[in-house]
């Protein structure tokens, strides 16, 4: 289970101005200093995304916002790109999964689900717990790192987190 972590131990993707933390880079793209390094910042990528989720972050450099929605991955970001900065050809497109944070609704002792109907790949489940409300639990195999539950949470309960490659 990844539910209420420490999140003070933890890489949070929930950058942005004044925040001192990284901001969520757009999928299948090179490390965060190397796209800042190369990318032009002409705005292709922000234009080309049907679901209009990225946005300018930082610098003026591309940034997704997952709460204005999910990514599907149709790599039309990628397609638009005239540098050298997506490898979309590369599997999974980046290496990051959802925690719940104490927020959370069903933690309060208030009935929420949309975080699992919010979910694709069906990586969210609320089992039952003794004496309290079932509470969200993450398959973390099977999250994609979507953006799907962040978007529709009501209290902004949950976080992005980077798993550190080996
Ligand atoms: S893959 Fe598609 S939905 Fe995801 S950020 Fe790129 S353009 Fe938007
Ligand atoms: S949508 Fe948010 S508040 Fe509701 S159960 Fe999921 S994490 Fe908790
Ligand atoms: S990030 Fe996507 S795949 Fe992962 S739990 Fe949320 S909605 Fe499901």
Not at 139 to 162: E, T, W
Request: hydrophobic share 35%.
């Amino acid at each position: 289970m990844d539910s209420t972590p420490d999140l003070s131990r933890r890489r949070l993707l929930r950058g942005g101005a004044g925040t001192g933390l990284p901001v969520q880079a757009l999928p299948w793209t090179v490390s965060w200093a190397q796209f800042t390094d190369r990318c032009s910042r002409c705005g292709d990528c922000v234009n080309a995304c049907p679901e209009h989720i990225i946005v300018n972050a930082d610098g003026g450099f591309p940034a997704i916002d997952f709460t204005r929605g999910a990514c599907t991955f149709c790599g039309d970001c990628a397609m638009a790109c005239a540098e050298p900065l997506f490898h979309p050809e590369t599997t999974p497109p980046w290496h990051q999964h959802v925690v719940f944070e104490h927020a959370c609704l069903a933690y309060q002792g208030v009935h929420c689900r949309s975080c699992e109907d919010g979910c694709e790949p069906a990586a969210i489940r609320f089992s039952p717990r003794l004496g309290g409300l079932a509470v969200p639990e993450l398959n973390k195999d099977a999250c994609n790192g979507c953006g799907g539950c962040v978007a529709v949470c009501p209290v902004s309960a949950i976080g992005m987190v980077k798993e550190e490659q080996a």
